[in-house]
């Protein structure tokens, strides 16, 4: 007859850890539950900012007359202007060849 005595220590220490385990299953739930509506106000933020009106990049790009190559008139390698105009290339090269015979290529 020892089988009634026995749970005690056992039912503590399963308490215990079924304590622990409420202790920490809440403290996941409130931090995922924090993440997820935090989260949520960011994208709700995010969204309104992420605006079409942005239209003055495409304007910036220009094509090279010696090779054709689409060249970004912010970071093109060279420039050169001929009557005035401004002609912007992918290279020194191409402006060399452009300076050399401009009409060639226009
Ligand atoms: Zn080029």
Redesign the pocket.
């Known amino acids: 007859m020892i089988l009634p005595l026995q749970p005690l220590w056992i039912v503590i220490g399963i308490g215990l850890w079924f304590l622990l385990f409420l202790l920490v299953t809440g403290i996941i739930i409130v931090g995922v539950v924090w993440w997820v509506i935090n989260s949520n106000s960011d994208s709700a933020d995010a969204e309104p900012t992420g605006d079409p009106t942005a239209t003055s990049k495409d304007d910036a790009t220009v094509t ?1 007359p ?2 054709g ?1 689409t060249v970004e008139t912010e970071t093109a390698s060279a420039e050169a202007d001929y009557h005035g105009d401004p002609y912007h ?3 020194e090269i ?1 402006k060399d060849q452009f300076k050399e015979d401009p009409e060639q290529y226009l």
């Open positions: 090279d010696v090779c190559m290339f992918c290279s191409c």
